[in-house]
């Protein structure tokens, strides 16, 4: 059993490419009651330096500007970071926006007051570096407040549903160990003079289950990218992973080329008579021979892809067209290599074709 540690610079970017999907902005003004509550559960006062990790639409930003602190929101997501700038300016409020890593935040020690972050910072992957920034970046005798989705709640039903389609990259540690208390006493250690969890509970107010899932279904990053793998994933999971793993995709590819070239062949064989029957089993031999190589190179590629890019459709569209564009190179030439008949009835048939007129 591999004991490597997550690749956590490629999870974010895949993470990265998630939360740049549907609008995350029309999701995070249903939860502008959390960023008034974490600005007060921290006593934010005026010209404090306040810093907002994982930002996204300015949520708990805005909440601190109304404090007239000197708020800078942060987001590794750009797109975001406009409509923060966007509502503060909306709201006459003075706002900084900052494209940053939660992992690795681009402020010298010690350099706010407060840090404070709604459902952002939880989703990076790497979650002992994400306490390590926020202690750093914060003063000593400064304030850190964060307002985490917890262990049992809905959303976490709602992620739990999500990673069947999306499933995390193996090694990351659940982004609801940040609604454990244990388990965010162990992040800040003895860094930290007190730690208060605040348990709080959310009454969605969609006009029903239909509507909250259609609203997530729009707008949410995860969800959507969760249903546009929904109908591929299936098929998939069904046909290939489930019965097999990921051999079973080497297998298909190798069942389905076989068949395809062989079915090709005993066609052009009726069509023009370029073949005897008899030199049809040494052909389906060389055919094996050069779909071996079309698979190896077709799974050789999309393989990997497939790893580093995760199951959103462009990423499958990527993967699977450079995997199958691999597999079809290396099958002609393996088909020129070992003078495969399919290759010159193909070529015979089009020398033999007659000029139009």
């Not at 997501?77 to 006459?92: D, F, M, Y």
């Not at 003079?193 to 899932?213: A, C, G, I, T, Y």
């Not at 299936?234 to 046909?239: N, R, S, V």
């Not at 779909?291 to 890019?309: E, H, K, N, R």
């Amino acid at each position: 059993m591999s004991t490597d540690a997550p690749d956590f610079k490629a999870i974010t970017q895949r993470q990265q490419g998630v939360w740049s999907t549907g609008d995350f902005g029309r999701f995070g003004v249903l939860l502008v009651l959390h960023g008034e509550l974490l600005a007060e559960s921290v006593d934010i006062h005026p010209g404090e330096r306040v810093l907002d990790v994982g930002g996204g639409s300015g949520t708990a930003s805005l909440a601190a500007a109304r404090r007239f602190a000197d708020v800078t929101c942060t987001d590794f997501v750009p797109e975001l970071l406009e409509q923060a700038k966007s509502r503060a300016e909306a709201e006459g409020l003075p706002l900084v926006t900052q494209v940053a890593d939660a992992q690795n935040l681009p402020f010298e020690d010690g350099s706010f007051d407060v840090v404070v972050s709604t459902f952002g910072a939880m989703f990076a992957p790497d979650q002992q570096r994400v306490a390590d920034e926020l202690v750093r970046v914060c003063r000593s005798g400064g304030r850190i407040g964060m307002a985490n989705w917890a262990p049992g709640s809905m959303m976490n039903e709602v992620f739990a549903a999500t990673g069947k389609r999306v499933p995390p990259p193996p090694g990351v540690q659940p982004v609801f160990n940040w609604g454990n208390e244990e388990k965010v006493r162990g992040y800040f250690g003895d860094r930290v003079s007190s730690l208060e969890f605040v348990p709080r509970e959310l009454v969605w107010r969609f006009r029903s289950p239909e509507h909250m899932l259609e609203f997530f279904r729009e707008w949410y990053g995860p969800t959507q990218v969760a249903f546009g793998n929904l109908f591929l994933n299936a098929i998939l999971d069904l046909a290939f992973y489930r019965p097999l793993g990921a051999a079973g995709i080497a297998l298909s590819t190798a069942i389905v080329t076989t068949v395809n070239a062989a079915v090709l062949l005993v066609l052009l064989r009726r069509r023009i008579g370029y073949l005897h029957l008899r030199e049809v089993a040494g052909e389906g031999a060389r055919i094996v021979v050069a779909t071996i190589y079309c698979t190896a190179a077709a799974f050789g590629v999309w393989w990997p892809l497939d790893q580093l890019l995760g199951r959103s459709i462009l990423a499958q569209v990527v993967a699977v067209g450079l995997g199958l564009a691999a597999g079809a190179g290396a099958y002609f030439a393996a088909g020129r290599i070992l003078h495969l008949a399919e290759m010159d009835v193909l070529a015979s048939l089009a020398r033999r074709r007659e000029p139009a007129g």
